[in-house]
């Protein structure tokens, strides 16, 4: 079975500021790890996704996130801190391959951003 | 716009009464796939469709949910003898074929809220 835990569900920063909002995940096969964005009463987003290759992935608006097994942590951050980048993140798992879970994605509880001026 | 698509955006029922949920997909997508959300939660999988073929169902589909694809295109999701607890927001994706699987496009999704 797999699983995301997502620390701290609300993150609050300034402007200007790094971001960093924190992923685990737990999975029993090699796994596909998805950051997704969601703004209010929209859909999600997809922001970034490692897929195996580069373990540092680069996504849109400027955010990255790094891949580390040893740690099996998939960290979500940004440089500096933007006011559109408030909105509701979703770190997601999904099985590599073969997997019996391939394309369908594990979800964790999301973390809340708020940017200050 | 050739997103996904899902109708209606919100849905007000009282307590017992059936509602279906539509969902239009990418055309040229085959997987589609539904997903609820709760309030300060993430979504959770419900079920997923390979073109018309339903080929996993979570086991919190109760017996009173059902999906159909009934052509591999678009899908309905019909809630029976609606709960409160069934108050949510109903998300539908779908993606591609090949690695197409891992980029998954959501639609805006359904609000229904039990009254």
């Known amino acids: 079975a797999q699983s995301v835990t997502q620390l701290g569900s609300h993150v609050s920063v300034s402007e200007g500021a790094l971001v960093l909002l924190r992923c685990n995940y737990s999975s029993s096969v090699p796994p596909y790890l998805f950051w997704y964005v969601q703004y209010p009463n929209q859909g999600l987003q997809l922001l970034l996704k490692?897929?195996?290759?580069?373990?540092l992935v680069k996504g849109i608006n400027g955010f990255e996130a790094e891949f580390k097994k040893s740690e099996t942590s998939f960290h979500l951050t940004k440089p500096s801190a933007h006011m559109s980048d408030a909105a509701e993140y979703f770190c997601?798992?999904?099985?590599?391959?073969?997997?019996?879970?391939?394309?369908?994605?594990?979800f964790g509880q999301g973390t809340i951003l708020t940017v200050h001026p | 716009d050739t997103g996904v698509s899902q109708d209606p955006r919100h849905k007000i029922t009282k307590r017992g009464q059936n509602v279906t949920f539509r969902c239009d997909p990418i055309s040229e997508h085959n997987r589609l796939y539904w997903y609820r959300q709760t309030l300060g939660q993430g979504p959770e999988f419900l079920t997923y469709?390979?073109?018309?073929?339903?080929?996993?169902k979570s086991r919190l589909l109760s017996d009173r949910f059902s999906a159909e694809r009934p052509k591999g295109s678009f899908s309905t999701l019909e809630i029976q003898r609606t709960e409160q607890g069934d108050s949510a927001m109903y998300l539908c994706?779908?993606?591609?074929?090949?690695?197409?699987?891992?980029?998954?496009?959501f639609g805006q999704g359904t609000r229904l809220t039990v009254v």
């Open positions: 994706a779908s993606s591609g074929r090949g690695h197409g699987l891992l980029r998954a496009f």
């Open positions: 469709f390979q073109n018309e073929a339903q080929l996993e």
């Open positions: 997601a798992v999904s099985d590599q391959d073969g997997g019996t879970s391939y394309g369908k994605l594990t």
């Open positions: 490692y897929t195996s290759a580069a373990t």
